[in-house]
């Protein structure tokens, strides 16, 4: 029994030993997890910065002189039919954009929300268009004619537009994840540009009468008339606005990286979508290469 007790002292003694010679590791302090956590970056704080890239703007004049045409024929049996026209097409363009952006980030473990204000000017972002349509508008609604007489409105109309984005603010929310030196983010808001918008339209309005007409064998011929000038519908109309600000909403996605400290680099895409300006229509896609500073 003796010997027993002996032996089991100097086995203690010897692991005791052996314990003390181990490294202090960390699942040996219950910290196990720590070695599992991700390193974040601090994107919270105001920043500011600029940016440079490529825009592209479609523009759609398709409805542009609807406005002309209406004040041309208005109290008239011609401003119904005319009224759905489509004179001219769509156009795009392209060009540079040059800006510079201020924020505001708050940071709640992984995710981040801001807001972010922008300025975009616009080189060289301008489009035009013509284009012409001609039409014989028959006896239109609310247009009276003598017994066995055909009304014919041969009515031409040719019109001109131009668009030209000169600028552009925004207010965007922002919505952000923590990737470490990488932060994916999404946006949002209101959008000011400024623009000129010019159009013009012509018409052209004859009054053709066909008469029909039987003889006395009853054969039924019709007698074409010669058209004759309708002067108060035939007139030219322009209507001009230079530094118009019009109203829209940007939308986009962008990357921001951190080069080192403060200083940051993104890359964006954005769509901005305006309000009509005298019945035409502007989008513009823009992309952007940014470096900014984080205070």
């Known amino acids: 029994m003796r010997r027993l007790l002996l032996a089991a002292a100097m086995l203690g003694t010897v692991s005791?030993?052996?314990a003390a010679d181990l490294p202090d590791l960390p699942f040996l302090r219950g910290s196990f997890t720590d070695g599992l956590s991700k390193s974040t970056r601090n994107w919270d704080g105001f920043y500011a910065g600029g940016s440079a890239g490529y825009s592209s703007a479609a523009v759609d004049f398709s409805q542009s002189v609807v406005g002309l045409t209406n004040f041309i024929f208005r109290d008239s049996v011609l401003q119904q039919p005319t009224s759905t026209w489509s004179l001219m097409n769509k156009t795009s363009t392209q060009g540079v954009n040059f800006g510079g952006?201020?924020?505001r980030n708050w940071q709640w473990y992984d995710a981040i929300l801001g807001l972010e204000g922008t300025y975009s000017y616009f080189n060289k972002i301008s489009t035009l268009t013509s284009g012409s349509n001609s039409l014989d508008i028959v006896n239109p609604p609310g247009d009276v004619q003598p017994t066995g007489v055909t009304n014919h409105y041969l009515t031409t109309l040719t019109g001109t537009a131009a668009a030209t984005v000169?600028?552009?603010?925004?207010?965007?929310?922002?919505?952000g994840w923590d990737g470490g030196d990488f932060m994916p983010y999404m946006f949002a808001g209101p959008a000011i540009a400024r623009m000129d918008v010019s159009r013009t339209v012509t018409s052209d309005v004859?009054?053709?009468?066909?008469?029909?007409?039987?003889?006395?064998?009853?054969n039924v011929f019709t007698i074409i008339g010669t058209p004759m000038a309708v002067p108060?519908?035939?007139?030219t109309q322009s209507q001009h606005r230079t530094n118009n600000f019009v109203v829209g909403w940007t939308a986009g996605i962008g990357l921001e990286y951190c080069i080192w400290s403060g200083l940051f680099a993104r890359v964006e895409y954005e769509y901005v979508q305006f309000s009509p300006v005298m019945n035409t229509k502007v989008t513009l896609n823009n992309a952007r290469l940014g470096l900014g500073y984080k205070f």
């Open 16 to 18: 005791a030993a052996h």
């Open 101 to 103: 952006f201020v924020g």
């Open 166 to 175: 000169k600028d552009m603010v925004s207010l965007r929310g922002r919505v």
């Open 206 to 218: 004859k009054l053709r009468q066909d008469a029909t007409v039987t003889d006395i064998f009853g």
């Open 232 to 235: 108060a519908q035939s007139q």
